[in-house]
């Protein structure tokens, strides 16, 4: 499996087995309880967070819990999702950058056939992290979630055939409030696990504006950086 990799100026760090940051259900019941706890793996240019599921498996398969609003809501995550989406993609297909402003759209993605590489990037007017990006590989046997909120640009590469990937979203899609950037962008510097350049790709997508080119639009100021929500630790 590739290592999660985040961006920070001109280098790419490897960020693998990271501690978890935070898990406030450490001190609930474990196997056999009604409690299925979500924790904090980690959290990538301050908003950017990694959420693994506790699964109880046996001989006849798994159960887990996706998403429950009073866990989110004590991790500092949000609870107002308003549109889910699944796709499926062929392997080889890169779709994204794409971000939307009216309504705000933060996304909550997994894995649930196969394996896709994940991406966000900061694409918010003064963000200490703006055009940072931070990428993992995300598959449904991992069963991983990665939340990124509004004013990233997301996108994924399938690395398998068949590979759905579905998330949840802050925002009913508005095709009126919604960009992208450019998957290939070299002052954003993404490594994909695949050679852009022959990935499977929408004419959109290809003809997307550089991160410069979108910051120079008047478009662009309407996201702008706010201070990070600070999250519970137990």
């Avoid at 918010?124 to 940072?132: A, D, F, V, Y």
């Avoid at 598959?139 to 990665?146: D, G, L, T, Y």
């Avoid at 003809?207 to 706010?226: F, G, K």
Wanted: net charge positive.
């Amino acid at each position: 499996m590739l290592p999660a990799i985040v961006r920070a100026g001109s280098t790419a760090a490897a960020v693998s087995g990271s501690p978890l940051v935070c898990n406030v259900y450490s001190k609930l019941p474990g196997k056999g309880s009604r409690h299925m706890p979500l924790s904090i793996e980690s959290v990538q240019l301050n908003d950017i967070v990694v959420l693994v599921p506790q699964v109880n498996g046996d001989e006849r398969g798994f159960f887990m819990e996706t998403f429950r609003a009073d866990q989110f809501r004590a991790l500092g995550l949000p609870t107002d999702f308003v549109q889910d989406n699944h796709s499926r993609s062929a392997k080889g297909v890169l779709r994204g950058l794409h971000f939307q402003w009216d309504p705000p759209m933060g996304k909550l993605m997994r894995v649930t056939h196969g394996s896709a590489f994940l991406v966000a990037v900061d694409v918010r007017k003064g963000s200490p992290t703006l055009g940072q990006w931070f990428g993992m590989e995300v598959s449904a046997e991992s069963k991983k979630q990665i939340w990124a909120p509004y004013g990233f640009a997301r996108g994924f590469c399938a690395l398998t055939d068949g590979c759905e990937v579905q998330y949840k979203c802050t925002g009913i899609y508005n095709p009126k409030g919604e960009a992208g950037i450019y998957f290939a962008d070299p002052a954003i510097g993404i490594r994909w696990p695949m050679d852009p350049a022959t990935a499977t790709t929408s004419e959109r997508d290809r003809r997307a504006p550089t991160l410069a080119q979108w910051l120079e639009s008047a478009l662009s100021d309407n996201i702008l950086y706010t201070a990070p929500v600070t999250r519970k630790e137990v």
